[in-house]
């Protein structure tokens, strides 16, 4: 037997990071999710000049959570490849782009701050791709869970590019002693 650990073994490692990332992640979209409305039950966000690509409200909640879901598995396969090259910086690199991640619906649909916005999802587009390539470099299959979340950051990025096109007066559509709006 020349193997250090078995596959059983190898399997119950990561399942035992899943078992943490997983509802992590989904957690912690789900409670900056109720920080303030989205979509149409955001006045603000109803009133706004969109896209003609904008997808319809459900989609959002649908492509966030199997997000979360493939980041929590991705994060948990590079935390089990313990002793790998680079394993400590990719798990700091996603944390940093998962707080930039939640810092994003606050800031669009709470502050109305659609310029900051766009800012911020184009630093949080580098750093997921960043992300990507730390984690190929420790487990190719984590990175691949990254292609839906790239795919949909581009389009999130196209969005809140065009609504900020569309909507130079966006901060100030909805008075500040709105409920839909949140100070920062």
């Keep these: 037997m ?10 119950a490692g990561f399942l035992r990071w899943a078992i943490v990332t997983v509802p992590l992640v989904l957690l912690l979209g789900l409670a ?12 603000w966000y109803a ?4 896209p003609s690509f904008t997808p319809p409200d459900w989609a959002f909640p649908v492509a966030w959570t199997l997000i979360y879901l ?8 590079v935390l089990d490849a313990r002793g790998a090259r680079g394993r400590r910086v990719a798990v700091a690199v996603f944390v940093v782009q998962l707080v930039l991640n939640l810092a994003w619906m606050p800031l ?7 310029s900051a916005a766009l800012v911020l999802i184009l630093v949080l587009f580098a750093l997921v791709l960043v992300t990507t390539w730390l ?8 990175a691949l869970l990254f292609v839906p979340y790239i795919a949909w950051l581009a ?8 609504i900020d096109r569309h909507n130079p007066d966006a901060e100030t559509l909805v008075p500040a002693t709105s409920s839909a709006q949140m100070a920062l």
């Design 135 to 142: 984690f190929a470099r420790i487990r190719p299959r984590a």
């Design 47 to 50: 009133a706004l000049d969109k």
């Design 70 to 77: 493939l980041l929590g598995i991705a994060v948990a396969m």
């Design 2 to 11: 020349n193997e250090i650990a078995s596959r059983s073994q190898l399997r």
């Design 108 to 114: 669009f649909f709470g502050a109305h701050r659609v």
């Design 32 to 43: 900056v999710g109720t920080l303030v409305p989205a979509g149409s039950e955001n006045a």
């Design 155 to 162: 389009l999130a990025t196209a969005l809140t590019w065009q």
